[in-house]
C-alpha cells in the first residue's frame, strides 16, 4: 500500500523541489503556479495548466511528475498551507516571488514598452 502524505509534507515537498529546480524551470512553473492560485482559462493567451506541459512522443521529466503532484495536491490544500508554500517560496527566490505578484497583477515583465529613445529601430 503506498504512503500517504499529509498536505504538510505536501507543501515542503514542494518547497524542496523549488530549491532543486533551474532558472528555466522555475520560468516554466510560474504561469502554471498563477493559474493554479489565480485561475483563469487563459494565460497570456495560452491555455493554463498540466496540458501545457505534455510533449508528444517522449517521456515526463521528473519536473513534469512535480509539477503533475502539485495539480493533484494543491486542491486539498488549505488556505494557511497555499499561503505557507507562497511564503517558502518568497523566502527561496524573492525576485521569482516579485515575478509572481506582477503576473498576479497583470504586470507581467513581457508588457515592458522599449526605451523611449530608440526611435525607429526598436
Not at 493559474?35 to 513534469?64: C, E, M, T, V, W
Not at 493533484?72 to 524573492?94: A, F, K, V, Y
Amino acid at each position: 500500500m503506498p504512503q500517504q502524505h499529509t498536505t504538510t509534507d505536501q507543501v515542503k515537498f514542494l518547497a524542496q523541489w523549488f530549491t532543486a529546480w533551474s532558472e528555466m524551470q522555475r520560468e516554466d512553473f510560474l504561469p502554471i503556479l498563477v493559474q493554479a492560485y489565480h485561475p483563469k482559462d487563459h494565460i497570456n493567451g495560452l491555455l493554463g495548466g498540466i496540458d501545457s506541459l505534455k510533449i508528444q512522443g517522449r517521456r515526463p521529466s521528473l519536473f513534469d511528475c512535480q509539477v503533475k503532484l502539485f495539480h493533484d495536491w494543491i486542491g486539498s490544500w488549505t488556505e494557511n498551507e497555499r499561503t505557507e508554500l507562497l511564503e517558502e517560496m518568497r523566502q527561496i527566490d524573492p525576485s521569482f516571488m516579485s515575478q509572481y505578484d506582477k503576473e498576479v497583477r497583470g504586470e507581467s515583465s513581457r508588457d515592458v514598452s522599449p526605451p523611449a529613445d530608440c526611435g525607429d529601430t526598436c
